[in-house]
């Protein structure tokens, strides 16, 4: 059974920094892209980044490259997400999810059961 739990959310001001963390059990983590993703409140899913199963490759939405990172440790089956230059848009549940397609992300089955990232002055 795939587990994810993320932590590492919370209220910051804009301008502000998170590092958002996703412990991986029940799969082969090193074999797996792994995705962040985000939803706001009324919106749908919006992807936010993915990384290759080795760390090598990743790849950001426009609306977050150049403020966030993503990042693995395979040998702690753990997904980790710096947010930096935080700002209101980016108010949102933040989930992690095995793979790195959008049908990947889109199951339920597929993410964590996400954690709340609000930007607020």
């Known amino acids: 059974e795939v587990q994810l739990v993320e932590s590492g959310g919370g209220l910051v001001q804009p301008g502000g920094s998170l590092r958002l963390s996703c412990a991986a059990s029940?799969?082969?983590?090193?074999?797996?892209?792994m995705t962040w993703v985000r939803q706001a409140p009324g919106k749908g899913l919006e992807w936010v980044s993915s990384?290759?199963?080795?760390?090598?490759?990743?790849a950001y939405a426009d609306s977050v490259k150049g403020r966030f990172t993503i990042s693995r440790d395979n040998t702690k089956n753990t997904l980790y997400l710096q947010l930096n230059s935080l700002n209101i848009e980016d108010t949102a549940m933040y989930y992690c999810?095995?793979?790195?397609?959008?049908?990947?992300?889109?199951?339920?089955?597929?993410r964590g059961r996400g954690t709340q990232v609000t930007v607020s002055s």
């Open positions: 999810a095995r793979g790195g397609s959008d049908s990947d992300y889109a199951k339920e089955s597929n």
């Open positions: 029940g799969f082969t983590f090193r074999m797996y892209r």
């Open positions: 990384i290759s199963t080795g760390g090598a490759t990743t």
